[in-house]
């Protein structure tokens, strides 16, 4: 396996050193280091952070391969900085079976590029109904700790209540996609002085609101780990802030798009801008970058959803919802948080590695840059600048919202178990000399 | 200007210059020759997603008095639940050579959509988009109120008082007149149960009101949205007769409004729930001569998009020539 010696990083934004990487393990730290290493990285200016953790990817794969796949998935995630990534449960078929989960977990091994996690349905079919066979899933070779119907909602309260009961026997959580079915329907956006205008279907704030007041109760009830993905208001900050000041076990992620546009920008009726949840209003970014901010939020989880141009190019209506994210992320927070002096690069490497590592109990993944870790590493060049173009892009999609916007920021390398998967801001193949 | 979105596309300068335009075509409905070879050689479509046989035949009947060549592009029937189809059918106009397309569609955004994308180089008219806009509409019924209550070439609406009553909500009609008696210095008054009210209508340059009966004695012109039956089953609110008690026009409300006001309907009308027979067949409802003054509009419209002035020339332009 190569070695790497990395020159001058700044190691969690702190003072510039030397990292000796071999064997797939962190071997030194220090000023001018003197070692022998295949390939020596000059990376003054740069940041070195723990590999990036996603909670929430959707690689498409089974069934939307001209999408996504695996590969294309997890060479995104590379280029964005990311060693490992939870992979969401709505394909075709759907992640509801030992089998599938399992075939996702061998696909993304086989890509080399990103550790691929991947999430349970809840319920099969994710129709609500049924309870999918979590403890197979679980005890499968992928090992499933995270839960979730996502792209819908597990809107029964019994379903919901028994799900956060079972996964406690292998200590797993329920991610759940917030959304009141019945005041949603026919929702577009967010409903508010924009969807009034625009006479776009209205998605109310309190649909998500309610469904996480009730569901950090029933997860108090039952003494279960709940996650809330994806939280998009002001108001569900509150209900998180208040169930974590009762000592609950409830986790929350936020969406780097979330943090940065607003529903002004659904006045372009452009599709890149459909979302679920919709872009809120500009009170609601601020409220979710303060409790970002604060560590009431404890995530930022890109909902990287790709789709074919065939279903973006096409009016607002019929378009589908999401955007893809994983190789804009840490430019999107280095503009939200970091730039606006919210976060610290110490807590960037927090809310991008280590919780979310946590929340889903990967155990190698999300560790310190220190000596004797397991080396997953990004060198990030903050002082970047440069304007995102959705074709030199590794995702197999091209649906961003920032397409020609100027974002700080960029991944200079990745390192996945001591192993480059991007060098010099370029995907390097498995097997390749560095 | 090149297309016609939305109201809010519309100066004030715009819209005077449609409205005083449309004053010199209707002149043309009275001859014996109704035609004017404005737009010889050059092709319409009228593209409707949606059924509307008011509207449709209004825009044709508009666009064969200007001479234009007209095709009609029904979609209704093809696949719109993928969303290929609009871009694939501006494809094709594209090819054909339109050089404006008409369009009603179900949903919001569509005419937007198409004016901003490269699938067409034509104007874009909306005829008509989900609970967005229409701004053909809202610019009939203003040439309406003009001829009522301010007539004259160059006149606006200011201090004008509108009241606006229904399902605002769901209502395109809503939106556009909104926005475009605003830009005439009209003040206009929504009222409506909260349900078939949008949220954020406070940020809406307009009144609301719930009361009916308040808002009567100081309106200049009435105008009647219509309701649809579904909303009832959606529990906007609980039954037709407790609509029509508190929302209905009857003979005593008409008789609160002041002499002079008008009563609008955009129609078709709902005889009974919304508008009683008396009211739509009394000489102060509108309904029949906004029919006839939506085809002067549409052709100003075309008129000003296609035959060669265009809106921004603003009053410059000779409108005179049209009706030669
Ligand atoms: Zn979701």
Redesign the pocket.
């Known amino acids: 396996m190569t070695s790497y010696l990395i020159r001058n990083a700044q190691i969690l934004g702190g003072p510039a050193q030397d990292v000796l990487i071999a064997d797939g393990v962190i071997q030194q730290i220090g000023a001018d280091l003197v070692a022998d290493a295949e390939v020596e990285i000059d990376a003054t200016g740069l940041i070195a952070l723990p590999g990036l953790v996603d909670l ?1 990817t959707h690689l498409r794969e089974p069934g939307r391969e001209d999408a996504e796949t695996v590969l294309t998935g997890t060479q995104a995630a590379a280029m964005g900085g990311y060693t490992a990534v939870h992979a ?1 449960a709505n394909t075709f078929p759907v992640a509801d079976t030992a089998g599938v989960v399992e075939q996702v977990w061998r696909l993304g091994k086989e890509s080399g590029y990103c550790d691929v996690q991947p999430v349970g349905a809840v319920t099969v079919g994710l129709e609500g109904k049924k309870l999918a066979e979590l403890g197979a899933m679980h005890e499968s070779a992928a090992g499933v700790r995270v839960f ?1 119907d ?2 819908k909602c597990v809107d029964d309260a019994v379903i919901m209540r028994r799900a956060l009961e079972y996964v406690k026997a292998f200590d797993g959580v329920v991610a759940q ?1 917030a ?1 009141e079915p019945r005041l949603t329907e026919g929702a577009q956006m967010n409903e508010g002085r924009v969807s009034g205008e625009l006479g776009l279907g209205g998605w109310p704030a309190v649909a998500e609101e309610a469904i996480i007041a009730r569901d950090v109760l029933l997860a108090a009830h039952v003494g279960s780990r709940l996650h809330v ?2 939280v998009s208001t002001a108001g569900s900050v509150e209900i998180i802030r208040w169930a974590k000041a009762k000592g609950w076990n409830v986790t929350a992620e936020v969406t780097p798009h979330h943090l940065l546009l607003t529903d002004e920008l659904v006045r372009s009726y452009d599709p890149a801008y459909k979302v ?2 919709p872009l809120r209003t500009a009170e609601d970014v601020q409220a979710l970058r303060k409790a970002l901010a604060d560590g009431t939020i404890d995530a930022v989880a890109t ?1 990287h959803a790709p789709h074919p141009a065939e279903d973006k190019d096409c009016e607002w209506a019929v378009a589908a919802m999401g955007m893809v994210g994983l190789e804009t992320a840490l430019s999107v927070v280095q503009q939200a948080m970091v730039d606006t002096g919210l976060l610290n690069w110490e807590a960037v490497a927090d809310r991008m590695s280590h919780r979310p590592a946590r929340i889903g109990r990967l155990t190698g993944q999300g560790r310190p840059v220190s000596v004797g870790e397991p080396a997953n590493l990004v060198l990030f060049d903050p002082a970047y600048r440069g304007t995102v173009n959705p074709e030199s892009f590794a995702t197999r999609s091209r649906n961003t919202p920032y397409k020609g916007l100027d974002l700080p920021g960029r991944v200079h390398a990745t390192f996945l178990r001591g192993r480059a998967t991007v060098l010099a801001g370029a995907l390097v193949e498995p097997g390749e000399p560095a | 200007m090149r297309h016609l979105v939305s109201a809010a596309d519309l100066s004030r300068d715009d819209a005077l210059l449609i409205l005083d335009t449309a004053e010199e075509l209707a002149q043309l409905s009275g001859r014996a020759v109704k035609k004017l070879p404005t737009l010889r050689g050059r092709t319409v479509v009228n593209l409707f997603f949606e059924d509307s046989t008011r509207t449709k035949t209004s825009f044709e009947v508009a666009e064969k008095r200007l001479s234009a060549d007209v095709i009609n592009f029904a979609a209704k029937g093809s696949s719109v639940s993928k969303g290929e189809s609009l871009k694939d059918t501006a494809l094709t106009l594209q090819a054909m050579g339109a050089d404006a397309v008409v369009i009603r569609h179900h949903a919001s955004g569509a005419p937007a959509r198409l004016a901003q994308s490269d699938w067409l180089h034509g104007s874009v008219i909306n005829a008509g988009d989900g609970t967005h806009e229409h701004p053909t509409q809202a610019l009939l019924d203003a040439f309406t109120m003009r001829r009522h209550l301010n007539p004259g070439l160059g006149n606006d609406l200011a201090g004008r008082r509108i009241t606006i009553v229904g399902d605002v909500l769901h209502s395109r009609v809503a939106r556009s007149n909104v926005l475009l008696l605003n830009t005439l210095g009209a003040e206009v008054t929504f009222v409506a149960p909260p349900t078939l009210l949008p949220i954020g209508i406070e940020n809406w340059p307009c009144e609301v009101s719930y009361d009916l009966d308040a808002t009567l004695a100081k309106t200049d012109a009435l105008m009647m949205l219509r309701v649809q039956r579904e909303r009832m089953n959606a529990a906007f609110f609980p039954t037709e007769r407790e609509y029509s008690r508190r929302y209905g026009m009857h003979g005593g409300r008409l008789a609160k409004l002041p002499e002079h006001a008008i009563v609008m309907h955009p129609g078709p009308m709902v005889r009974g729930m919304e508008i009683t027979a008396e009211v739509a067949d009394s000489p102060r409802c509108t309904a029949v001569e906004q029919v006839a003054n939506g085809v002067s509009i549409r052709m100003a419209v075309l008129y000003l998009l296609l035959g060669g002035a265009t809106a921004s020339d603003t009053n410059s332009t000779n409108t005179s020539e049209a009706a030669k």
């Open positions: 929430h969401m979730s996502d792209g996609h959304q993905c994806h679920n949840p909902d």
